[in-house]
């Protein structure tokens, strides 16, 4: 049965992992997956992690079924998360949230969903794009298409281009939009281009999915939250996909969640119903233990602070290597400017390093990226970035 099964290319981005992991040489670099790794190369076990598995482990819960959707003391901490804790969205009613298997499984519900609700709509992504949202919606039956993002000549959004093409799409047309950090280009529009995304889904019937793996890695948990804020005041209905594998450094637990925002109560009652029939037939219910950490640690004044002063250090250390790998490049006197990465968010920086570039970075120097030329900065570390930063060097001049 297997006789005429075909070799499937590697994952572009968990398939650097394995590549990295089979490579021999120990001053490899992975700058492939976006992880966060401390100054010294370690993911971190956070303190607000380890004080709520502490406890966890301490009172030596049951593991009992869970509810299909989580339990509530999770769905209502990612809902004040996204919306604020004040918002009159989730007072009333409107918002459905459904814990996940990370980022990609509330990705993957959500398409699921929509394709019950509206199988011959067409789904739009950035150009470019995490490489998987293509894939996932795709495997929920969707066709594709990008829509205009990334302008390479000003390393910001073309606007202009990705406002032409929502206007002219058909209502009903999934738009696909990173709410914060887009990856892999590190350019978010500013909130008044949010506030015109958000007209023109209204006036053309779009239908929003805001995708939200980075929110604290710009400027902060409330900053980050702009796009989901200026939607949830539209009266629109729309999708969000949050991952905690990042925030949290949670990775390998897949916490993340669905939140659909509907026009009514009860309206909500039936959407979280049929959400409910599309997470029995893919996994039953949700996994209990990173859920129930993160709820902990938003549930306790003083574990939330703990964790966003550790968010914040995470941050500020992503911000320190941009400023230290620009200023270590330009030390190997390369022409080409590379201040463009201070000004780009979240983990990425989309680099302009051409494929073959990519390539020669691995083969040469055992450094691993992106073919698109993403790195992933929060990799970068007080040891390797003068390795990383010569290597770019000897790559662009040739
Ligand atoms: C990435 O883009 O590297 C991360 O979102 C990890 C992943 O699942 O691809």
Not at 113 to 123: E, G, H, I, M
Request: aromatic share 8%; proline share 4%.
């Amino acid at each position: 049965i297997f006789a005429a099964v075909e070799m499937a290319p590697r994952d572009p981005i968990l398939g650097l992992n394995e590549a990295f992991n089979a490579d021999t040489r120990s001053h490899k670099v992975n700058l492939g997956v976006g992880v966060y790794y401390d100054d010294n190369g370690k993911i971190p076990l956070l303190a607000a992690v380890k004080a709520a598995e502490k406890a966890r482990l301490e009172a030596m819960p049951p593991r009992g079924y869970q509810p299909i959707e989580g339990p509530a003391s999770y769905t209502q901490a990612v809902q004040n998360l996204l919306l604020g804790a004040d918002s009159e969205l989730i007072a009333a009613g409107r918002v459905v949230t459904a814990q996940a298997l990370g980022g990609t499984g509330a990705l993957k519900i959500g398409g699921d969903f929509l394709k019950r609700l509206n199988p011959s709509a067409k789904v739009y992504i950035s150009d470019p794009s995490w490489e998987n949202h293509r894939a996932l919606f795709e495997a929920a039956g969707f066709q594709v298409e990008n829509y205009p993002y990334y302008d390479a000549a000003t390393r910001g959004v073309n606007f202009a281009g990705m406002k032409d093409c929502l206007l002219g799409l058909d209502a009903g047309s999934v738009i696909i939009l990173h709410a914060c950090c887009h990856n892999p280009t590190g350019a978010d529009l500013s909130d008044a281009q949010w506030a015109e995304v958000v007209e023109i889904c209204r006036e053309r019937g779009l239908v929003p999915f805001l995708d939200m793996a980075y929110q604290g890695f710009a400027e902060g948990i409330e900053p980050d939250a702009v796009a989901v804020r200026l939607f949830s005041a539209s009266g629109l209905q729309f999708f969000v996909s949050s991952s905690f594998s990042k925030s949290f450094s949670l990775y390998g637990e897949r916490v993340g969640a669905l939140s659909i925002i509907t026009a009514s109560k009860e309206e909500s009652g039936r959407v979280l119903s049929q959400l409910k029939r599309v997470i029995r037939t893919n996994y039953s219910n949700p996994p209990i233990h990173g859920g129930a950490v993160v709820a902990a640690v938003l549930s306790s004044t003083e574990l939330r602070q703990m964790w966003e002063d550790e968010l914040a250090g995470m941050r500020d250390r992503i911000r320190a290597m941009r400023s230290g790998l620009v200023d270590a490049i330009k030390a190997q006197n390369v022409a080409q400017d590379f201040s463009f990465v201070i000004q780009q968010r979240g983990m990425f920086s989309y680099t302009g390093l051409t494929a073959a570039q990519v390539e020669r970075m691995k083969d040469e120097f055992g450094i691993y990226a992106v073919s698109t030329g993403r790195i992933c900065l929060a990799a970068l570390n007080s040891k390797n970035i003068g390795y990383v930063a010569e290597a770019i060097a000897q790559v662009v001049k040739g």
